[in-house]
């Protein structure tokens, strides 16, 4: 697939990267471009899907700027990615610094900034009430102090406090009961109805990937590059009755099959 340059601003945009870690005998990612168009004030939920190993997390560590591309460049908001332009990411694993409280946690990002701690305390804690967290600040971001869920959304509330422009999730609710994932699908949701972020989210579940996605990108590996592209025309208020859609249903098993024929591509 090409991505169009519709001549608009685009907050992420990679060009032509190609990733070695052999000094150029075999290349794991080569002739890669994405384009990420900012919407402001609007926003846009974006999911990549990919067999494990094809690089979605690579792609992610680019725009975090935790690693350089071998060839080609990234940019976010039109910048070189760097200290003044730093995204964080939300990880499968528990990110946050267990000897610190939610509360501390939260406000990291602010305190690097030179915000004063009164400030900080303040908008780190609206931020926790509205990831549901509150009566919970107080407490060590850790398991089982918190439960996988709670230390997620404290993942979620450092990362948008940090940057509310760009969300990076790397399959956030992987390690999540079926009960908590559903949860924290709406709770993303919240989010993002109240921010309007761009969010990358990376993710194994289809279903997942539909009930949130604006716009699905399929990667193929060897070399990895993005090859499908599925745009998910359902109403932008999604809830759970969503799901129940026919036509819900109709486009996970389109992304279901290109992701089928993608595998067989190799
Ligand atoms: N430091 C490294 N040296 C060699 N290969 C690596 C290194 N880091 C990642 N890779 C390879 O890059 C590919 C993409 O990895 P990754 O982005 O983690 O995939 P995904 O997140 O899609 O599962 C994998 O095949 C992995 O083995
Ligand atoms: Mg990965």
Known sequence: MQFQDTGRNNIIELHNIGQSYDGGQNWIIRNMSFLVEDKPGQGQFVVILGMSGCGKSTVLRYIAGLQDPTEGTVKVNGQDVGPDNRVSMVFQQYSSLPWMS?????????KFKGVSKSERDDRAMDIIRKVGLEGHEKKYAQYPSL????????AIARSIIANPKIL????????LDIKTRL???????????EFHPTILFV???IPEAVYLADDIYIMKSAPSHFVEHVHIDLPLERNRMTKRMPHYTELVHIVEDRMMSVSEMG
């Open 147 to 154: 439960s996988g869920g709670q230390l997620q959304r404290v």
């Open 168 to 175: 990076l999730m790397d399959e956030p609710f992987g390690a």
């Open 102 to 110: 939610v509360l501390d946690n939260v406000g990291l990002a602010l």
């Open 203 to 205: 993710t194994h579940d």
């Open 183 to 193: 949860n924290m699908q709406d709770l993303i949701l919240d989010i993002w109805s």
